[in-house]
C-alpha cells in the first residue's frame, strides 16, 4: 500500500514537472492581446500570413478579402494571420482590428526566418505555407478573394501531388 502511494506521489511530481516544462516554452510570436503563440497550434493546416501596414491604403483594402477567405475556409484547415510590418502595441493593434472589422488573429510578429523569408520589404506581402510548415508562396502586393482562392487552390494541388508522388515512390 506503501508502496502504491509513493509511485501516486512520484507519478503526479514527474506529470507536473513536464507540464510546467511545456508549458514553459518559449513562444514563437505574440498575438494582439499579448498572448503567447506557438506555430505548432497551427501544425496540419495551411497557413496564409498577411503582412499589413495601418499607413498602406492597399492593405486597408485588402481585410475585407482577407475576411471572407477566412470566413469560407477557416473550417476547412485553412488559417489566416494578420502580422502589423508596424511596431504597434498591442491596444493599437486591437484597436486597428476593431475599427477595421478584423475578423482573422493578429500578431504582433511572425518568425518568418523559421520560413526561410526574408524580412519583409514590401506590404503587403502575403505567405503561403503548407499543413507541414513549408512555404508554398509568396505574394506581393494587395490581392482578392480570387486571388487568394487560386493561390491557395494551386498550392493545395500541387501539394497533393507532391504527396502522393512521394508516397507512391517510397511503396
Same mark, same amino acid.
Given at each position: ?22 508549458? !514553459? %516554452?518559449?513562444? $514563437?510570436? +505574440?498575438?494582439?492581446? &499579448?498572448?503567447? @503563440?506557438?506555430?505548432?497550434? =497551427? ?23 482577407? !475576411? %471572407?477567405?477566412? $470566413?469560407? +475556409?477557416?473550417?476547412? &484547415?485553412?488559417? @489566416?494571420?494578420?502580422?502589423? =510590418? ?36 514590401? @506590404? ?48
Amino acid at each position: 500500500m506503501k508502496r502504491q502511494f509513493l509511485c501516486t506521489i512520484f507519478s503526479l511530481f514527474l506529470a507536473m514537472t513536464l507540464l510546467t516544462a511545456c508549458s !514553459n %516554452k518559449e513562444a $514563437d510570436t +505574440y498575438d494582439h492581446d &499579448g498572448e503567447p @503563440v506557438h506555430l505548432t497550434e =497551427y501544425q496540419g493546416k495551411w497557413i496564409v500570413v498577411n503582412y499589413w501596414a495601418s499607413w498602406c491604403a492597399p492593405c486597408l483594402k485588402e481585410i475585407k478579402e482577407l !475576411n %471572407k477567405l477566412y $470566413d469560407k +475556409y477557416h473550417e476547412q &484547415g485553412v488559417e @489566416v494571420l494578420g502580422v502589423s =510590418y508596424d511596431p504597434l502595441s498591442t491596444e493599437q493593434i486591437e484597436e486597428f482590428k476593431q475599427l477595421y472589422h478584423v475578423n482573422y488573429p493578429m500578431m504582433q510578429s511572425f518568425p518568418h526566418q523559421k520560413y526561410g523569408v526574408k524580412a519583409v520589404e514590401v @506590404v503587403p506581402t502575403t505567405l503561403i505555407i503548407d499543413p507541414k510548415g513549408h512555404l508554398r508562396q509568396e505574394l506581393l502586393g494587395p490581392q482578392t478573394l480570387a486571388s487568394l482562392e487560386a493561390e491557395v487552390k494551386l498550392t493545395k494541388r500541387e501539394y497533393r501531388i507532391r504527396n502522393e508522388i512521394t508516397s507512391s515512390n517510397s511503396r
